[in-house]
T-cell receptor
């Protein structure tokens, strides 16, 4: 009964390095969403993907951030040239073929930029 | 932009009492709403959802009420237990299929 899996759980990067966050959706789920959460704040939508397609990336910064969900393998959120302001918890959620309804969240990746 | 807000950022209740957490949403065209529970250091956990064609939905110890007239959502937890202590978020799904989350309400259950 594997749920949404994310790794790593904690990631420390120095300014200017790249961060790669991985998300494996629940078995049978084909929709993936990425959210960012700052301390004491709610979740902020970043991007919505289906296999090999970006459906909506309106919440993602135009520069340095990219996401993919390949035909095989996990979804990847990539942050290039990280800055201190990128420090946050990044959550991935998945939903089934019915579309963006009931979303199940992973445990998150906590990114710290030093 | 869209905004989903909560009336009370913190709520303390006695164990065994009922809890009510409120949420105001902004988009009258939003058609689907979810309540999540988030414990410290963990991802949000789905609690209950409701579609806009309903006013009320009940789960195990939880009830969600939707008032579309005033764009208000509430989560009622019956017989609150210490394990219910967490931050609770509401989320609305807009016609663009985006989910917007509120800041959250921190619920503390006093034994």
């Amino acid at each position: 009964n594997a749920g949404v899996m994310q790794n790593p759980r904690h990631l420390v990067r120095r300014r200017g390095q790249e961060a790669r966050l991985r998300c494996s959706p629940m078995k049978g789920h084909s929709h993936v969403y990425w959210y960012r959460q700052l301390p004491e704040e709610g979740l902020k939508f970043m991007v919505y993907l289906q296999k090999e397609n970006i459906i909506d990336e309106s919440g993602m910064p135009k520069e340095r951030f990219s996401a993919e969900f390949p035909k095989e393998g996990p979804s990847i959120l990539r942050i290039q040239q990280v800055v201190r302001g990128d420090s946050a918890a990044y959550f991935c959620a998945s939903s089934g073929s019915g579309g963006p309804y009931e979303q199940y969240f992973g445990p998150g990746t906590r990114l710290t930029v030093t | 932009g869209e905004s989903v807000g909560l009336h009370l950022p913190t709520l303390s209740v006695q164990e065994g009492d009922n809890s009510i957490i409120n949420c105001a949403y902004s988009n009258s065209a939003s058609d689907y709403f979810i309540w999540y529970k988030q414990e410290s250091g963990k991802g949000p956990q789905f609690i209950i959802d409701i579609r806009s064609n309903m006013d009320k939905r009940q789960g195990q110890r939880v009830t969600v009420l939707l008032n579309k007239t005033v764009k208000h959502l509430s989560l009622q937890i019956a017989a609150t237990q210490p394990g219910d202590s967490a931050v609770y978020f509401c989320a609305e799904r807009t016609p663009g299929n985006q989910f917007y989350f509120g800041t959250g309400t921190s619920l503390t259950v006093i034994p």
